[in-house]
């Protein structure tokens, strides 16, 4: 397997296994305890190296899986003191996690290489060449065994869980009073964020991880309001960032996994303003349409109200329309003409007076307002 | 004694120090607001999200000033902050989730700058990743200089708009009606903030930034119950740490400064927490165990 | 205590809405509100979870933003007249960890006319302690707003309203789970108000109570379904319509909720309450 091939499936496993337990900390607003998570097993993973006297996997795992459990214990007992906010308490627990762990490598390992850098945004490039032998025997690169694990944890923590998951996050009371209990779905969710965020951490980093976590989720549930394909869109999203990302690193000659978690940065921003139901082109839209409606409901109403009066020739002027329906001549004008364009009004002389289309919505509207009024 | 001397003689040291103490007392004082907002983790997306902004001034400048890269640094902060912004107030997606999206993908952005920049073979990009950790060991006079200046005016913005800050952190809304412009009140504070995390950069670097806004602000809390006095107790502590943090490192070649720091921060947040009177969590227990005795001795 | 009077033409009402609709994210949470709340009342607006009571209150002070429609305060915009208006947000609405005190908190009432930069003296001091001493907390002035219980928060809000020097007081709730001592005191407090020509606009949800504490109303869900004097707007029939078939059932769930409420002070419980009222009321 080339290793290129070997960087872009290790990205697109990773974008994987992150966009699972992803979705969830997006819809319970715990994102940020992915970032806490993701630096605090810092100094786990140098007690591993410490204890393993040496780079060891299994001790890597188990030392940052403890320090992960550590930190999400120490985050909840600071906001159970009731004295630090929640996001405070965060703020609190993770650096000094992480302060720790290079206090550590500075201080044990400054001989040794355990690249500092690496730590923020890891060493996917190496993918290929880290390779996992047994008995001499070359079973391919490690990254893809480690990745395509976790994938499948997760996919099955996801699938066997799903109704519980759902139901802890949407309503947590009526989980608990059907007897799934919200704190055992919550510590099972972090545990599963903390592995991953350690499997992944080798190859994209500390900080990086998180934006394989938080964007390409966000964006999915910017685009749908259903889980199930939230959750496949967040999936397809992460392994779409991995493979343009990887092109992008190429062109550019730059970090691979930072180009990768660029590229979910730039999906989400696509999702923020392009999305046809959430995002914010068709919403500033849907608010003009529902405005445009409103103001020429309320014109044709009040031309309506006015059309058998003496007034009626004043009323109508233009002018007058806007001190009496409190809009600004600029506006007046504006839905005037489109008034005229949808042939809902005609004007002779400066001075409007309805069409037939013009009385038929008037009068609907005056009887749907007096109804629903 | 020796020490001492060093201290105040010592170029290097006397650099580190004062830069440290400088920072700790302007973190200190704007955290109280950010604390207090309940945006304690905005520093630590404004750090995070300052690295394209270094990244790109360099890029345009080719100079490595850091005053070019701190206004890079800070327009990008400005930029996060904004978009934040837009994404909290017009979309479904949570506060966390917006910090979250928004620190992790301008700091891969920064990260592919800065790999871009360094692969392209400039002998001169190395002061660049100091960032990343921070570099108060570094430090030199013109540094503490530019850091003093650029606290000097966040503090003074902070007395000139205390009244203002405190009616925004309690009741936004209710300053809203009497005719205040929140939006442009919570912008200028974020700026302020943002002039917080660019003097830290330098020392402490990306990742511990975060602590240095949120610590001071949460000891100090705990010891009085004043907005004014957490603020000046929250500035205090942030100095203290900073000096700690500076001793402990220069007595042992081996300790990093900007870890120290934030170390010596958290044994203060720590002892706050456990002893401060009224709140501290050690009277809270011993209260209960009394409390528990006096119940079983009435049985 | 009045610099730059804004302007009291006898002719306007204190508060007159034309066509107001507000939505947010798309849905509307107030539609073509017309209502004119005339000088000197004790007005309370009255209407199921999710009518849109709070947004109502916002979108006189401004605090939300308007889809169409115009409020006019005395005849002119919220804007120019805000110095007329005083507010009392939801007790929930703040972090009464905040390190202050009650003084301050009233205080504050006065930054409004102090404008910006310019600090409270000694004049805005002993107006804030008057007004502390007209909702009976004077001698809590210096303890830390987290250490009052719920009743003493409450009277500390409308202190800070008081400290606005209004002639119009706008209240989200300001029952909302107080005291009984609270309840009387801020009751009495109304009718001073009343009593000196101010006008007093409440967003209340106790039906058995609203007829013993106001002199008008105003029903809402999301439209107005009517609004005037007490005797003829408060009746079976109009309260059928603003509350749907629900109405029963809706008094019953109200009760339940503040009863659950006062157990459980969170956000996070009232935010579920309020949401598990509205479903229930939808469906039956």
Redesign the interface.
């Known amino acids: 397997m080339s290793a290129s091939v070997v960087m872009i499936l290790t990205g697109v496993l990773v974008a994987t296994a992150c966009a699972l337990p992803g979705v969830f900390l ?1 819809l319970r ?4 305890m ?2 806490a998570i993701s ?1 605090a097993i810092l100094p786990g993973i140098v007690a591993g190296y410490f204890l393993a006297q040496g780079p060891s996997l299994p001790a890597g795992f188990a030392g940052a899986s403890l320090a992960a459990i550590v930190t999400v214990a120490l985050v909840e007992a ?1 906001q159970h ?8 308490a ?3 627990v ?3 996690m ?3 762990g ?2 550590l490598v ?2 044990y390992f ?1 001989n040794v290489h355990l690249d ?2 690496a730590v ?2 890891g060493n996917i490039e190496f993918a290929a060449f880290d390779v996992w032998l047994v008995n001499d025997l070359n079973l391919g690169p490690r990254s893809l065994w480690v990745m395509g694990a976790l994938c499948v944890i997760n996919l099955l923590f996801v699938g066997l869980c799903f109704k519980e998951l759902k139901l802890a996050t949407f309503d947590p ?1 009526l989980a608990a009073a059907l007897g799934f209990s919200p704190v055992l779905i919550h510590y099972a969710l972090m545990a599963v964020v903390s592995v991953t965020t350690v499997g992944a951490f080798t190859a994209v980093g500390a ?2 991880v ?2 394989f ?3 390409p989720a ?1 964006a999915a ?2 685009l749908t309001d259903d889980l199930g394909r939230m959750i496949a869109l967040a999936i397809g999203i992460g392994a779409a960032s991995a493979l343009s990302g990887w092109f ?2 190429l062109a ?4 691979v ?6 590229m ?3 999906f ?1 921003l696509l999702a ?1 303003f392009f999305s046809p139901s ?1 995002g ?1 082109v068709a ?1 500033a839209r ?2 003009r349409r ?2 445009l409606r ?2 020429l409901e ?1 014109l044709v109403v009040h031309l309506l109200n006015h059309e058998h009066q003496v007034s009626e020739a004043h009323e109508a002027e233009i002018a007058h329309l806007s001190s009496e329906l ?1 809009w600004s001549p600029r506006f007046a004008r504006w839905i005037v003409a489109i008034a005229k364009r949808d042939q809902l009004v005609q004007q002779a002389n400066g001075y409007l007076s309805l069409t037939a289309a013009g009385r038929d919505l008037a009068r609907q509207a005056a009887a749907s ?1 007096d109804r ?2 | 004694m020796e020490l001492l001397r060093d201290w105040l003689f010592d170029y290097t040291l006397r650099n580190v120090a004062l830069g440290s103490a400088l920072l700790g007392v302007v973190s200190g004082a704007l955290g109280c607001f950010a604390v207090l907002r309940r945006q304690g983790l905005l520093g630590d997306v404004l750090a995070h999200a300052a690295l394209p902004g270094i990244c790109i001034a360099y890029l345009l400048t080719n100079a490595k000033t850091p005053i070019v890269l701190l206004l890079g640094a800070a327009a990008a902060g400005w930029v996060a902050a904004l978009l934040m912004m837009q994404i909290v107030r017009h979309t479904r997606i949570g506060e966390d989730g917006a910090l979250g999206i928004v620190l992790s993908t301008f700091f891969a952005f920064g990260i592919v700058l800065l790999t871009f920049i360094t692969k392209r073979g400039d002998a001169d990009h190395s002061g660049l990743d100091a960032f990343l950790f921070g570099q108060a060991a570094a430090l030199v006079e013109e540094d503490v200089v530019t850091m003093a200046v650029l606290g000097g005016f966040a503090l003074l913005a902070v007395a000139l708009f205390y009244k203002e800050f405190k009616l925004l952190a309690f009741d936004a809304p209710f300053a809203a009606s009497l005719g205040f412009d929140t939006n442009a009140l919570g912008v200028l504070l974020t700026s302020l903030i943002v002039i917080a995390v660019v003097i830290g950069l330098q020392t402490v670097g990306v990742v511990l930034m975060a602590a240095l806004l949120v610590g001071p602000a949460v000891a100090a809390r705990q010891w009085t119950s004043r907005l004014s006095a957490m603020i000046v107790l929250s500035a205090l502590f942030g100095a203290l740490a900073g000096l700690i943090g500076t001793l402990i490192s220069v007595s042992d070649e081996s300790l990093p400064t900007g870890p120290m720091i934030i170390l010596s921060l958290t044994g203060i947040v720590l002892l706050s927490l456990c002893l401060a009177p009224e709140r501290g969590l050690v009277w809270d227990a011993m209260r209960r165990a009394l409390q528990r005795r006096m119940i079983k001795a009435e049985d | 205590m009045h610099p730059v009077p804004p302007i009291l033409p006898a002719s306007a009402a204190p508060i007159e809405i034309n066509d107001l609709t507000v939505a947010y994210r798309d849905a509307p949470v107030l539609q073509d509100i017309d209502l004119t709340i005339p000088e000197g009342k004790l007005a309370a607006i009255i209407g199921p979870n999710g009518a849109g009571k709070s947004t109502l209150i916002k979108a006189i002070l401004g605090l939300v933003p308007i889809v169409a429609g115009s409020v006019r305060i005395y005849g002119r915009p919220y804007a120019e007249q805000r110095r007329l208006v005083g507010y009392v947000p939801q007790r929930s609405s703040v972090d009464w960890d905040f390190p202050t005190t009650a003084l301050d908190v009233v205080m504050m009432g006065t930054y409004g006319r102090l404008g910006w930069i310019r600090r409270p003296g000694k004049t805005e001091r002993d107006f804030a302690m008057h007004c502390l001493d007209r909702v009976g907390m004077a001698r809590y002035a210096d303890r830390q707003i987290g250490q009052l219980s719920g009743g003493q928060q409450q009277r500390v809000f409308l202190a800070r309203a008081l400290a606005q020097d209004a002639r119009i007081y706008l209240m989200d709730e300001p029952f909302n789970g107080v005291d009984a001592v609270t309840e009387r005191a801020i009751v009495t407090l109304l009718q001073a108000l009343q009593q000196q020509g101010k006008t007093v606009v409440c967003v209340h949800h106790d039906l058995d109570s609203a007829p013993e504490y106001f002199d008008w109303v105003a029903l809402l869900n999301v439209r107005l379904v009517a609004s005037g004097p007490l005797d003829a707007t408060f009746t079976a029939d109009n309260l059928h319509r603003t509350y749907g078939g629900a109405l029963k059932a809706a008094i019953e769930h109200l009760r339940r909720f503040e009863h659950e409420r006062d157990r459980l002070p969170t956000d996070a419980a009232m935010e579920t309450a309020g949401l598990r009222a509205d479903r229930d009321a939808n469906n039956s």
């Open positions: 997006v607003r715990m994102a940020m992915a970032d630096h600071l003191t009731r004295r630090v906010g929640g996001e405070s965060i703020g609190i993770f650096p000094a992480f302060a720790l290079v206090l500075s201080k400054a500092t850098d923020l945004y009371g900080i990086l998180v934006a976590m938080i964007a966000a549930y910017l992008v690193a550019l000659d730059a970090s996994a930072g180009a990768m978690a660029t979910s940065g730039l989400f923020l959430h914010l919403r849907r608010l529902q405005r409103l103001a309320n409190r307002r629903e009024g």
